[in-house]
């Protein structure tokens, strides 16, 4: 811009970089519109997973023993819920006998399985959501930092504004 090649020739103050400005706004409403979009597959995600899940890990029985087919145990942590194995007295864990038959020791492999995929989600939306609120105070920090009005209400203000 001219103006400031003007001004900074006369204050020998240095230059604003108006180009990466101009380069960053342009890129931020689809950053941000990308960043909801991805929050929302996340949220998918977990509401798909979140019934058929299982908390516990694999235990294994008679896997030595002579004459012997190999059953399957789920163990779940002491005083540990598991959507689909239910909850577990004060202090105890729950065990869930699955037994030797292929189908239900591959559902309940499945299950396990889908534990982990929430897990990962769930951390993946809580780092997520983390960005974009961190994304969203800095943006309030670009008006306070140039002294400009606040377009819309923020949420802090409304919240102040309740309790009062
Ligand atoms: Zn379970």
Redesign the pocket.
Known sequence: MTTSIKYNNVTKIKPIDWATIDTLIFHLPTAFSDQQIELHALSEQIIELRETY???TEHWRDTNAEGQTPKLY?I?HINTN?P??GRPEPGKR?R?YIGSKREKIAAAQA?IERGQQYETAMAELKRKHQDIERGAYNLHQIYWALRLDLPIKSNRQEENHDSA
């Open positions: 299982c908390t516990g789920i779940h598991c689909l194995h729950i869930t299950a």
